[in-house]
């Protein structure tokens, strides 16, 4: 059992920056690729970013590009969504995911891949 635990939401005007923080149970969390994930009132859950197991592929949603980094620290056991001129159409229930036995190099971009969810921690952006 893997259990996720995300934090840094908040409220941000236009423009701003917000760090989340994913920490990750387990002894295995390198052999997980990671996720973050947002979803909006009305929408479906989508992919923002995702890394591979050891960090060294990422993956961006287009929107995004730019302006979020994801990162990971596999000794801290975890993944990181620095988040930096936001914009009101980002606001949204941010969760990190994970996926276990995965290949090395790989990234994963689609929901039904991934194997644990966290709580999600709420982004709102005022205009």
């Known amino acids: 059992q893997v259990q996720l635990v995300e934090s840094g939401g908040g409220l941000v005007q236009a423009g701003g920056s917000l760090r989340l923080s994913c920490a990750a149970s387990g002894r295995t969390f390198s052999s997980y690729a990671m996720g973050w994930f947002r979803q909006a009132p009305g929408k479906e859950r989508a992919l923002v970013a995702a890394i591979s197991r050891g960090g060294g592929r990422t993956y961006y949603e287009d929107s995004v590009k730019g302006r979020f980094t994801i990162s990971r620290d596999n000794a801290k056991n975890a993944v990181y969504l620095q988040m930096n001129s936001l914009k009101p159409e980002d606001t949204a229930a941010y969760y990190c995911?994970?996926?276990?036995?995965?290949?090395?190099?790989?990234?994963?971009?689609?929901?039904?891949?991934?194997?644990?969810w966290g709580q999600g921690t709420q982004v709102t952006v005022s205009s």
């Open positions: 995911a994970a996926k276990i036995d995965s290949a090395y190099y790989l990234v994963y971009t689609l929901v039904y891949e991934y194997d644990y």
